[in-house]
């Protein structure tokens, strides 16, 4: 073969790869770079020439809120009982069972037993011992549909019956308050409550905000993260709020006066994701036990990010706040982040072999998600 024929041969793969190449860099950019829904504000002209993917575009009424920052004490009720897991259990007669094994799974909620609403572990416990081993038939919430099964408690001891599933009833935890808005509606964390167990997103009946006091800060290393480490005041004076929902993009609910009394900020617009872009914003924290602002550097913006909480990543700069914490901590999840006045995200997660980089969640995501309740 001669050498001309070779040329020609290598030059048309190389020309075929680099079309490819090319096709495969345009869609990934046509599917992270461009929205799918781009939304903008009434009375506003806009522009779109997109040949090559079709975008929606709504005309929204200019969204307000006043941004948060300081940490807050979540309690978060569970829609009935929640199912971590089944377990043997060993009866009088001394050998094994596991009675809910393939009747009742991991992520299921208990809602009742023989027709009686199940609220709490304490409930549940005192109609199994009430039931001892006669059927019970048992009321699920499973992958949102509900369903009834039957379920025998086995005798471990005298006037002791148990059915061998692990529970749990209610929530606890520290995050960052992102908003209020102007009608008294709260958003916060910028990511739901989820299962440590099964990593699944809870089902919630309501809960309540807490006050809460910032007692260590514990800095982020490489491959181990921070942590705001605080004393929560459960008591009726030191309700903040109650909670309406638990969703993927956060928790949302309504403010009382003593919530709004803290947050002395002005109202900013809630800036579409496309008006942010890559280079300086600002988080806002209490971690110092007072409102700051701290630089930041965005570094990626994904417009179509699957995940909602990972719409852009992000730097602290900020040399105070790497002195306090190391960057990014537990706890901070839900901070603000300001951009050009306006609320651009809140912190959602951190890289754990990077401390000083997180992920963030888009406002306008944030905002339309907990728009239902308000």
């Given at each position: 073969?001669?050498?001309?024929k070779?040329?020609?041969?290598?030059?048309?793969?190389?020309?075929?790869v680099s079309?490819?190449?090319?096709l495969v860099?345009g869609r990934w950019?046509?599917?992270t770079?461009i929205?799918?829904v781009?939304?903008?504000?009434?009375?506003?002209?806009q522009?779109?020439n997109?040949?090559?993917k079709?975008?929606?575009?709504?005309a929204?009424?200019?969204?307000?809120?006043?941004?948060?920052?300081?940490p807050?004490?979540i309690?978060?009720?569970t829609?009935?009982?929640?199912?971590?897991?089944?377990?043997?259990?060993?009866?009088?007669?001394?050998?094994?069972?596991e009675?809910a094994?393939q009747v009742?799974?991991a992520?299921?909620y208990?809602l009742?037993v023989?027709?009686k609403?199940i609220?709490?572990?304490d409930?549940l416990?005192?109609?199994?011992?009430?039931?001892r081993?006669d059927i019970?038939?048992?009321k699920l919430?499973?992958?949102?549909?509900?369903?009834?099964?039957r379920l025998n408690?086995?005798q471990?001891r005298?006037?002791d019956y148990?059915?061998g599933?692990w529970?749990?009833?209610?929530?606890?935890?520290?995050?960052?308050l992102t908003?209020?808005?102007e009608?008294m509606?709260?958003?916060?964390?910028?990511?739901?409550?989820?299962?440590?167990?099964t990593?699944e997103?809870l089902?919630t009946?309501?809960?309540?905000?807490y006050?809460?006091?910032i007692l260590?800060?514990?800095?982020?290393?490489r491959?181990?993260?921070g942590?705001?480490s605080?004393m929560?005041?459960?008591?009726?004076r030191h309700v903040l709020?109650?909670?309406?929902?638990?969703?993927?993009a956060?928790?949302?609910?309504h403010?009382?006066?003593?919530?709004?009394?803290?947050?002395t900020?002005?109202?900013?617009?809630?800036a579409?994701?496309q008006?942010i872009r890559?280079?300086?914003?600002?988080?806002?924290s209490?971690v110092?036990g007072?409102?700051?602002?701290?630089q930041?550097?965005?570094?990626?913006?994904?417009?179509?990010?699957?995940?909602v909480?990972?719409?852009?990543?992000?730097?602290?700069?900020?040399?105070e706040?790497?002195?306090?914490?190391g960057?990014?901590?537990?706890?901070?999840?839900?901070?603000?982040i300001?951009q050009?006045g306006?609320l651009?995200g809140?912190?959602?997660?951190?890289f754990v072999?990077?401390?000083?980089?997180g992920?963030?969640i888009?406002?306008?995501?944030?905002v339309?998600?907990g728009k239902?309740?308000?």
């Open positions: 073969m001669s050498r001309l070779i040329y020609r041969i290598c030059l048309t793969v190389w020309l075929i079309v490819l190449l090319m860099y950019y046509l599917n770079q929205p799918d781009i939304r903008v504000s009434m009375g506003e002209e522009t779109l997109l040949g090559l079709e975008v929606s575009v709504l929204v009424e200019k969204q307000r809120v006043i941004p948060g920052g300081i807050i004490g309690y978060l009720e829609e009935g009982v929640y199912v971590v897991g089944t377990a043997e259990v060993e009866a009088m007669d001394g050998l094994s069972y009675p094994y009742v799974q992520g299921d208990i009742a023989n027709g609403r609220h709490d572990k409930e416990i005192a109609c199994i011992q009430a039931n081993t019970m038939i048992v919430l499973r992958n949102d549909q509900t369903i009834q099964v408690a086995v471990t005298e006037e148990k059915v599933v529970v749990k009833d209610d929530i606890q935890g520290i995050g960052t908003y209020i808005t009608d509606g709260f958003g916060a964390l910028g990511h739901g409550i989820t299962d440590t167990d990593g997103l089902e009946s309501g809960g309540s905000l006050d809460t006091e260590e800060i514990i800095k982020g290393e491959g181990t993260p942590e705001i605080g929560i005041t459960y008591s009726e709020g109650t909670i309406d929902q638990n969703t993927s956060g928790i949302f609910g403010a009382n006066q003593k919530l709004r009394g803290q947050i900020g002005e109202p900013v617009d809630v579409f994701k008006e890559t280079g300086t914003a600002y988080i806002q209490a110092s007072e409102i700051k602002n701290y930041i550097q965005i570094q990626e913006i994904r417009l179509n990010e699957d995940d909480n990972k719409g852009m990543i992000f730097q602290v700069t900020d040399p706040l790497l002195s306090e914490t960057g990014v901590i537990q706890g901070m999840s839900g901070s603000p300001l050009d306006k651009a809140a912190v959602t997660h951190v072999n990077d401390p000083t980089k992920y963030a888009f406002a306008e995501t944030m339309n998600a239902p309740p308000f």
